[in-house]
């Protein structure tokens, strides 16, 4: 996706955190991407709880130590600001569409004074 492209960091995976170089394939969606390992990895987690309950834990969650999980987190981090700005991009494109505040709002669960504020940079 050409807004995330344009981000200095090399293109990783927001799932397990693999640069774009190490994997077949990575997927782009609005503000996240997915590699093909993480694909295949959803996939059976979805088979093996469909129907069933959500699983409670990250699967990944036993197999990190405490400072494999404090490397990832400024990551995740990192992920959360890269779909903050995408969704600025989207707010932004819908407003110069003529898209109202209270539309946006709507659209995010919020009110249309708690999408200008987040989004309008306006005090
Ligand atoms: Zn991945």
Known sequence: METLDA???PARCSFCD???SR???LVSGPGVRICDQ???LAGKIVDE???EPAPPRFPGWETLTDE???DRIPRISAVVDQ???ELRLWVRELRRRGVTWARIGAALGTTRQSAWER???EE
């Open 38 to 40: 993480c694909v295949d």
């Open 68 to 70: 494999q999980m404090l």
């Open 49 to 51: 709880y469909r129907g």
């Open 119 to 121: 989004f309008s940079g």
């Open 7 to 9: 981000l200095e960091e």
């Open 23 to 25: 994997v077949r394939k």
């Open 83 to 85: 779909v903050e700005a």
């Open 18 to 20: 693999r640069e774009e």
